[in-house]
């Protein structure tokens, strides 16, 4: 025992060490950035870009030092040559640049993840340093070499104690990373090449999600001059599902990716609507692109007959061949919709000029010849003529066009049948869905900008610095100064400048057309081929991250497969690698969930759970499924849940369940745990629910230290809903407990 405290003593002092350290470089990087943010937008135009330039700097440096104050230490590597090296969050130097800690990222941390007796890669002895806060509550050693057990405290000795104490910990409302406890496997894929779309599939709990993460990070790390120009995209299931991982980038030093859902992946617009399966399903087809191309085509059109328009008392027509042949050339430029539109408008007032002209006797000046121009450009008859035959268009018009014009889609989607089109009718003011934004994206990508949009948007901008003048004026001779010391101008400058600068991720985050070094994408077999086609137009050199389990999908539009998923936009190029360790969900409910799964022929994954728990799966037959699901789980809450804000338990049930399962277990949590533990339950936040009443679709990517299962056969009445089942069977790291009424699902077998 008195070697152990030595030891932890020991580690207490590097620790110790390595936070002081850390405090010297988050306040030199506060102190820079206070200095540049003192010294003002002022100087050259050069002088101010490098200001904003290392302002950046600053401000992003220390972000990334703020988050990874915990466990900013967790291993140490006991080398063959007698060195030692503790690995962590970051890479930490003293000022004489010695290493004191080694980024787990870093090629010379990677032993830490993959050693073992067989491969040692040069390391005698792993240890695992356990913190809380800045103190160091345990160490655990792993012997690569046997001859070193001599000597050792054998309390310390362990291979799995983090890994499982990590299991065995409560749930929060956030989720945690894993960078002390990477697995082999996971490693792998962590470190894999850039290069190419890489597939992860993997059961439940086998940590794709984490995995995935840390991949990023760590492309960020070792490809920094490559990402941080064009940045990283993480596309997530839902914005439940963002909120919970938005922690472990940060915490693992990276603050630069941008994180969004398909519903939000066109800036501007936010789909939160849910639509039935079957119209996601149609909506999801490839067919989006033929159809949307069709719907731009139509609002380029020849008028029935010719146009007549009177200028400065002389007749002219808008011909129909002149539309048909300024049709033609603006087509053939293969710019989008709206930028060829300006092709065509010139190509129309020239005609109209030579008509002009001909009336003109061919007099006319270069001069003459622009006021003409200009004349015919105001004309309201002219404008109203050119844009019935070319008409300007955003995405969002074109698409709710097709939703609510029945013979708008009639006319660009002759695939689709009449049944399927009045699925798809809808009024034009609906809000959007997550299915409508690639149709959307597709739309954009065809139309291109508006031209006058940005011209009202330049004039915008020219208003509003007129505005900032103006005030820079009466500011000025509110004070008295001036003097020629500042004007107003300058002053007006200066306020402009003062705004935040954007970041990479930001910029990104607010352009449609950028496109990103990765892509990862979570939970990808919910995606639809045409939500495919709006990620891979996002990156160029098809380097993606894709984690997901094709038995999981509960979307009609999504993947059975991944070759069904990637075969339209990537063919053959990508590669498959697979995780088959269960960590996070106990052994009796992983098999019972594959025995269901496979039971309903869903494409289930080999997976072996890393560990059980006692009594971690309950079947409980009743008469009131409703009341008894909510008094099991008002017991769970009081064997799970904290008032520290740690443990989580969910209540998982068929959408039609969900009021009435909502009230009793309101109601069964006051009886159990007292009403002022149902308040503080009550007044929790949504993201920080302790105590969740929800549908397996809204637990996708989650999980919780205990679920109840209401009526799982009513989950699978909905066709192509057993994936839904699959997924509600492992959400829990403790306990899963099953109240039924009505006959249970082949392979979820009652115990007793």
Known sequence: MAGRQEELAREQKVVDEL???????????????????????????????????????????????????????????????????YVGRIGLTDAEHRSLLTDWRAPAAQAFYRATALHPHGVRRRRHVVTSGRSVTGIEDEVLDLEDVDGLDASSLSGEGALLASLAARRTGRMGDIVATIQAEQDRIVRADLAGALVVQGGPGTGKTAVALHRAAYLLYAHRRVLERSGVLLVGPSRAFLRYIDQVLPSLGETG????????????????????????????????????????????????????????????????????????????????????????????????????????????????????????????????ALNLAWFPLTPQKLVADLWS????????????????????????????????????????????QDDSLARAEERARAAEHAAKVAYARDALAASGAGGGLVDAETLAARFAASGPTLTTAERAAADRTWTYGHVVVDEAQELSPMAWRALVRRVPTRSLTIVGDVAQTSSAAGARSWDQALGPVLGDHWRLSELTVSYRTPASVADAAQRVARAAGLPVSPLTAARDVPDALEVVRVDDAVRTAARRAAELVGEHVGPDGAGRVAVVAARGEL?????????????????????????????????????????KGLEYDAVVLVEPAALTREAGRWGDLYVAMTRPTQRLVVVHAQDLPDGLVHDG
Do not use: C
């Open 19 to 85: 936070y002081a350290r850390l405090d010297e470089l988050r306040d030199a990087a506060r102190r820079r950035l206070a200095d540049v943010r003192i010294e003002g937008p002022s100087g050259s135009p050069q002088n101010r870009s490098e200001r904003d330039a290392f302002a950046t700097l600053y401000s992003d440096r220390a972000a990334r030092l703020d988050a990874v104050e915990d466990r900013l230490a967790f291993g140490r590597l006991d080398l063959q040559d007698g060195q030692e090296r």
């Open 257 to 384: 990716v941008v994180s969004t859902t398909v519903g939000e992946l066109l800036p501007g617009v936010r789909a939160d609507a849910v639509e039935d399966g079957p119209v996601a399903e149609i909506k999801g087809r490839l067919l989006w692109r033929d159809v949307v191309q069709r719907a731009v085509r139509a609002r380029e059109r020849v008028p029935a007959a010719d146009v007549p328009v009177r200028i400065d008392g002389i007749d002219l027509r808008i011909r129909r061949r002149d539309v048909r042949d300024a049709i033609a050339r603006a087509r053939r430029t293969h710019k989008p919709h709206n930028e060829a539109r300006a092709t065509f408008v010139r190509e129309m007032l020239s005609r109209l000029v030579d008509q002009y002209r001909a009336h003109t006797d061919g007099e006319l000046s270069e001069h003459d010849v622009a006021v003409v121009t200009e004349d015919l450009r105001s004309e309201r008859d002219v404008r109203v």
């Open 405 to 448: 014009k029945p013979h708008r889609l009639a006319q660009a989607a002759p695939e689709l049948s009449a049944s399927e089109r009045l699925l798809l009718h809808r009024d034009a003011a609906a809000p959007w869905t997550e299915s409508d934004v690639p149709i959307l994206d597709e739309a954009a990508e065809l139309l291109g």
């Open 659 to 699: 009021p009435a399962l909502r009230d009793a277990v309101a109601l069964a949590v006051t009886r159990v745990a007292g009403r002022a533990e149902a308040d503080r339950l009550a007044a929790q936040r949504p993201e920080d629910a302790q105590v969740v009443v929800l549908e397996a679709r809204e637990a």
